[in-house]
Antibody, heavy 129, light 110 residues
Framework: QVQLQESGPGLVKPSETLSLTCTVS?????????WGWIRQPPGKGLEWIGS???????YHNPSLKSRVTISVDTSTNQFSLELSSVTAADTAVYYC??????????????????????WGQGTLVSVSS | QSVLTQPPSASGTPGQRVTISCSGS????????VNWYQQLPGTAPKLLIY???QRPSGVPDRFSGSKSGTSASLAISGLQSEDEADYYC???????????FGTGTKVTVL
């Protein structure tokens, strides 16, 4: 089955760049789907960061867009997140997930199907000097 | 900040039915399908309901989802102790041009 695993430093200094990689197994990224990043500050809710399609097109949460870079490497079946100029507010558990994002039609007309499944186990990144 | 509003908590005794609401707007729930996630303590979220009312393989039929207008609901019937978790709704949002999550609801089994 599809499995995702996040990896990267657990501690980043303020103003530096947070870099994480998600390794996908059991499914070839180049086959399709979007691939996304979500984070969860300690004791708080979920926040979508951004997603990338296998051929490289991306979209991001506008609240983070200027600081976020998401890339994909189909040769290694990995995708990555870079978040620049981090502050303590970026301390969170960072999850990667496969992202279903597609058109959906029913009796009501058009809508967007959009969900994350499966998820990686998550990795805690702390921002501190 | 979340644009989908959920009650912070809900509770019930074993066997009871618990319902969690998710309130949005015309740019998200009113226009797109809704999904629900279950996050057990110390674990990653897991997809529980997709496309308003569909259950992925392996999810018990005690869990059901519905949507009406700009709101959605998750119902847990026959509540069990292992259902104690945080639950999040989510949907596409046209204003954000991306995914939005609800504020989350902690379900406690008394």
């Amino acid at each position: 089955q599809v499995q995702l695993q996040e990896s990267g430093p657990g501690l980043v200094k303020p103003s530096e760049t947070l870099s994480l990689t998600c390794t996908v197994s059991g499914y070839s990224i180049s086959t399709g789907y979007y691939w996304g990043w979500i984070r969860q500050p300690p004791g708080k809710g979920l926040e979508w960061i951004g997603s990338i399609y296998h051929h490289g097109s991306t979209y991001h949460n506008p609240s983070l867009k200027s600081r976020v870079t998401i890339s994909v490497d189909t040769s290694t079946n990995q995708f990555s997140l870079e978040l620049s100029s981090v502050t303590a507010a970026d301390t969170a558990v960072y999850y990667c997930a496969r992202h279903e994002s597609s058109d959906y039609y029913d009796s009501s007309g058009y809508s967007r199907n959009n969900w994350f499944d499966p998820w990686g186990q998550g990795t805690l990144v702390s921002v501190s000097s | 900040q979340s644009v989908l509003t959920q009650p912070p908590s809900a509770s019930g005794t074993p066997g009871q039915r618990v319902t969690i609401s998710c309130s949005g707007s015309s740019s998200n729930i009113g226009s797109h399908t809704v999904n629900w996630y279950q996050q057990l303590p110390g674990t990653a979220p897991k997809l529980l309901i997709y496309t308003n009312n569909q259950r992925p393989s392996g999810v018990p039929d005690r869990f059901s989802g519905s949507k009406s207008g700009t709101s959605a609901s998750l119902a847990i019937s026959g509540l069990q102790s292992e259902d104690e978790a945080d639950y999040y709704c989510a949907a596409w949002d046209d204003s954000l041009n991306g995914n939005v999550f609800g504020t989350g609801t902690k379900v406690t089994v008394l």
